[in-house]
């Protein structure tokens, strides 16, 4: 089961090297649905946070961004390799979507 702030390899060769990961946004309580909200996590050398709108995370030493403005949907059946989580920055990832989505 995929759970909210799962962090998957970036689904998309793309994009991957300057975003190597997802991480889920979307509550498991949603369901089976065959997409599922994620928002990229760049390297921090090529990403300018939005003020408090990103959240700034470390993995493996490596300075990253979660950019929750950047959400999107994707296949759920794409997120296959999971690295990880990001429940330890819940509060901050909860506090950007709340901003992004009311303001406050």
């Given at each position: ?13 793309r994009t ?14 949603a369901g ?9 996590v760049y ?62």
């Amino acid at each position: 089961m995929i759970r909210q702030f799962d962090l998957f390899i970036n689904p998309s060769p793309r994009t991957r090297d300057e975003a190597p990961y997802v991480v889920v946004l979307q509550s498991h309580f949603a369901g089976d649905l065959p997409t599922i909200v994620v928002a990229p996590v760049y390297r921090r050398d090529v990403f300018e946070a939005f003020a408090k709108l990103s959240v700034e995370i470390a993995i493996e030493g490596e300075s990253l961004i979660v950019c929750v403005p950047e959400l999107v949907a994707v296949s759920a059946a794409l997120l296959n390799q999971r690295c990880g989580d990001l429940r330890g920055h819940e509060d901050a990832l909860r506090r950007a979507l709340d901003r992004l989505f009311t303001g406050f």
